[in-house]
Structure formats: C-alpha cells, structure tokens
C-alpha cells in the first residue's frame, strides 16, 4: 500500500514561558501548535483496534514532553525543533508539518509564529545548534549510516 496519510492535531493550546524579551521571562503565555504527521496507510488504516500503530496521543505527548525539557524556551524555533524531535522519534512517522504560534505577545494579530515540514534528516543537520537537547540528538543518531 503506497497511501500516504495525515494525523492532524489542531491549534493544541498550552501556556509557557517562552520568549526573549526581559518582560517574557518569570511569565506564562499561550502558544498554539498544530501537528501534522504523515504515515503509511497501513499503520492509519490498521482495523478497528484498541492498540492502532500510531495513536494521535503520542504527538501530544512529545509537545508536553518537549515544554517540560526546559524552563523556558527564548525562542519558538527552538521549541519547533523540540517538538519534531519528539515526534519524529516515533518510527511509523515519515514526516511532521509543525505550526507554533504565540498568541498573547503581539497586539492587533492572533499570533505570530512559524510553519515547516521537517523530517528526521532534517533534524539531524540541525542537531549541531541544539546541543542541549538529547531528543534532538537522539533523533540525528538514528538516521542510517551512510558508507562513505
């Protein structure tokens, strides 16, 4: 079966510390994630059964997971980068699409935030930036090695 599928989890609320601005630090404030991850069809359509390949509860997971790494996040890059490592840690996983949005800190929007498609070859060429972040370099250290 060559179908390609989504989960989608949309506009995931949570409060944190993120930010760099002196105001933003000591202080809780919302952020909206929304969670795309594709599949093989196989592991979306696996039958009407309690234990499925992939449960949507585990992207939830991985962005609480990701918000309790550290105290504060300066910026919604790095929790972006947080997140997808989490998720891509699951193997059925092919890819996620990642929407990370603030939502209090700018008058006159809803938000402002950042938007990508990243897999695991992805986060392994970030890696080097996020030194401080052992899912992150989890994810980079499962990719296959390549004989040179």
């Not at 897999?119 to 899912?135: K, S, V």
């Amino acid at each position: 079966m060559s179908l390609s599928t989504r989960f989608e989890i949309t506009r995931l609320q949570r409060q944190m510390e993120i930010g760099c601005a002196d105001d933003e630090h000591g202080v809780k404030q919302g952020v909206e994630i929304t969670i795309r991850v594709t599949l093989d069809g196989r592991d979306m359509f696996a039958g009407d059964t309690f234990t499925p390949p992939y449960d949507y509860c585990r992207s939830v997971q991985a962005v609480d997971d990701a918000i309790a790494s550290r105290p504060h996040f300066i910026l919604q890059e790095t929790l972006f980068v947080a997140i997808a490592a989490r998720i891509l840690a699951d193997p059925v996983i092919r890819d996620v699409e990642l929407e990370v949005t603030k939502t209090e800190r700018y008058a006159g929007c809803d938000g402002i935030g950042l938007r990508a498609r990243v897999t695991r070859a992805d986060i392994a060429a970030l890696a080097g930036r996020y030194p401080e972040d052992p899912a992150v370099a989890a994810c980079a250290h499962a990719l296959p090695k390549v004989a040179a």
